[in-house]
């Protein structure tokens, strides 16, 4: 408990050390929708989202991507929520995977609502089935019970509190698809919201992913046996090892953006426009010449220029082969958010 509570201060202080918290913010994120998104057995890639959420982009968009673009959506509503003042509740988890469903598979099985049929884990029916959750009558009662404890004034630390609820909440199963990734999201949204995280950084997917046999193993252990405390254990080491992680990373972003915008500074010719350039790449990694055209807010041929002039320096690479509606990508930055992102 006190390695994990000591990794997320580390987290936290890190987080004010970026020239730009949100930009780091909008990567992870993005990076956790793939991980979380993945566990559910979607083959996307942080590249794949990116490269989606560009209406330039060539290239029809397919059902994993859509699921990965709504779970950015839904994470983004559950904080902005928080931020206005609404708790973690079952209206805002209700919100939320009205949000994750919204579009491609799974938009037919009521987003945004709990179920009102029987659902199962595992095998062909409940009589066979690995894991079978509450009827859908005590769905309700069920919720009302997480969300009491979820605000109990006990001095429980908010990290066991999470750790505890995540796992009630899987084993209540209360929507008919999307629980597991509704699930995960809800440890960030707890843990911002008791001020753990100043910022929302903390995301376990990758954790899961990788010991993921185990979690669900210790998921069935403290249904069968009770066992909270290996559970907790678990949590708490995957804590601290996430926090530890981010820490690395955002150290290794910013050693990346101080040694380029070096080397962009030192150019003769046109340093401002290329640092320009650059500076909407360290902001969207992948992106068009348009688009680095409207947000550096120069002119296409002075974009285009500056992007050519970046990839001939190893900076950028251009992704589509095509020569027309090209799209660039950041190389090493997209390299180190891409560590453990692999599709499974």
């Not at 095998?123 to 009662?141: E, I, L, S, Y």
């Not at 505890?164 to 899987?170: I, P, Y």
């Not at 046109?270 to 002119?299: C, D, M, W």
């Not at 050519?308 to 997209?334: H, P, W």
């Amino acid at each position: 408990m006190a390695q994990a509570l000591l990794a997320c201060g580390r987290l936290d202080g890190v987080s004010t050390l970026l020239p730009d918290p949100d930009l780091f913010l909008y990567a992870y994120v993005r990076r956790e929708a793939v991980l979380s998104s993945q566990i559910e057995g979607t083959q996307s890639s942080l590249s794949d989202l990116l490269l989606f959420e560009l209406d330039e982009a060539p290239g029809a968009p397919f059902d994993d991507v859509v699921e990965v673009s709504n779970y950015v959506t839904a994470l983004d509503h559950g904080i902005t929520r928080l931020r206005e003042g609404m708790p973690v509740s079952s209206r805002l988890l209700r919100e939320v995977h009205g949000k994750l469903l919204s579009r491609g598979r799974g938009a037919d099985k009521l987003p945004g609502e709990f179920r009102r049929t029987q659902n199962w884990i595992g095998g062909t029916r409940p009589g066979n089935a690995h894991f079978v959750p509450p009827p859908p009558a005590a769905v309700n009662d069920c919720m009302s019970d997480l969300e009491r404890f979820i605000h109990s004034k006990d001095p429980m630390p908010a990290l066991v509190r999470a750790a505890l609820a995540h796992v009630q909440f899987e084993t209540i199963h209360p929507f008919l698809d999307g629980n597991g990734r509704v699930g995960r999201l809800m440890i960030s949204l707890l843990l911002h919201d008791a001020g753990v995280l100043r910022q929302p950084l903390l995301y376990l997917s990758l954790y899961f992913k990788r010991h993921r046999d185990e979690y669900y193993r210790l998921l069935d252990v403290v249904r069968r046996d009770g066992d909270w405390e290996v559970w907790l254990d678990f949590f708490l080491e995957g804590v601290t090892e996430t926090a530890g992680a981010a820490v690395e990373t955002a150290h290794r972003l910013l050693s990346l953006f101080q040694s380029d915008e070096k080397r962009l500074a030192a150019e003769e010719r046109g340093a401002a426009s290329l640092l320009r350039a650059y500076g909407v790449l360290k902001t969207r990694p992948v992106a068009t010449i348009q688009e680095v055209a409207r947000r550096s807010g120069v002119t296409f041929p002075t974009a285009s220029k500056a992007v050519e002039m970046l990839v001939s320096l190893g900076i950028a690479r251009e992704l589509t082969g095509a020569k027309r509606n090209r799209v660039f990508a950041y190389d090493r930055y997209l390299a180190i958010l891409n560590e453990g992102a692999e599709p499974i």
